[in-house]
């Protein structure tokens, strides 16, 4: 059985027998990880099924019209970020090019999105075609798909006061951004893309950003296009939905709106063995060890185990991707991260 298939079938069938998982690894990580095995790339060192793809993207604009300072860099999206303390490693601070309660609609309107080169398509195409060549599943990549995006345009307090105070000037740059999503989502699905990877952070730690009904006007009928979008184009193309923190409120209807997987399943914000039991037969998941807990600060012998223990609550029930539930950031020891690997064989070992 190709990786390709194994992987789709735990998604789709919950057929864990092949243990599929994935692991990002912080710039820190990576390093120390090139250091230890430089002949071997890292996703195939850790056993992935898939592999990650995005668009490429041009911005429309010079990044000096948004910003002066030259320790801020910009995004395609014109969005700048400098860095902060060397303890910091890889975080940012952003700067939002639209914020401040004198921004008109008019500017909403004419602020520049990415351009989308000519070859950039051609490029994804080639990508699935060569992964699928290989045996392995094709993922693109598209998280901070609406809300994210747009709060890092105009700010997340001014987006949020526009919503209740001044809907015109959110609806002019959700719109926008919402059009320009499904536009990207129909060409990964045309690409041949296996997984879309969507998301937005609507959680906090313990609490939903906003109310369900707030989340229910403003960002599902957007969301709902999205995928639409996508699986008009490719009706077997399986759709994921990222969001940290607790979003369980929320699982219902991203049901509704025919998502099939749930990313990151954040242990540390929610019960993920009553997420499972409740939702399991209804979509998948992708994450579930922790990396504000049991990676960071357990033992390895803790991290083998509860690969297993997660292994067994989807086993027969749940589709499942194991993985930690978010970058593995640099105070993760690395006989951790070893240990993580180590269980995903022991259990593709142990299910032949």
Known sequence: MENRTKLIAAIREADLSQVPCDIQLSPAQLEE????????????YFGLYHRTAALRLEQSSPASSFFDDPAVRTDAYGVGMSGGSAEAYHMVRFHSPLAGSD????????FPLPDIPDDAEDEMHKFCRDMHAGGLAAAAVMEQTIWERAWLIRSLEDLMSDMICDPEK???????????ACRMAKMYA??????????????????????????????????????????HAAPEILVSYHSCGYIEPFIPDFIELGIDILNPLQPESMDIEAVIKTYGSRISFWGGIGT?????????????????????????????????????????????????????????????
């Open 170 to 180: 959110a609806s002019m740059l959700l719109d926008r951004l919402t059009d320009h």
């Open 33 to 44: 990880y090139q250091k230890r095995h430089p002949d071997i790339p890292w996703e195939q």
């Open 292 to 352: 504000q807990s049991v990676l960071p600060f357990g033992t390895s012998e803790e991290v083998r185990r509860e690969v297993h223990r997660l292994w067994n609550l989807c086993r027969g029930s749940a589709g499942l991707v194991i993985s930690p539930s978010h970058m593995v950031e640099p105070e993760v020891p690395w006989e951790n991260i070893e240990a993580f690997r180590s269980a995903i064989l022991e259990l593709r070992d142990n299910s032949l």
């Open 103 to 110: 921004i008109s609609v008019s500017q909403i309107e004419d």
């Open 190 to 231: 045309e690409a041949g893309f296996d997984i879309i990877k969507l998301g937005d952070d609507i959680g906090m730690q313990h609490a939903p950003m906003m109310s369900t009904e707030m989340w229910r006007s403003w960002l599902k009928p957007r969301l709902q296009q999205v995928t639409e979008a996508a699986k």
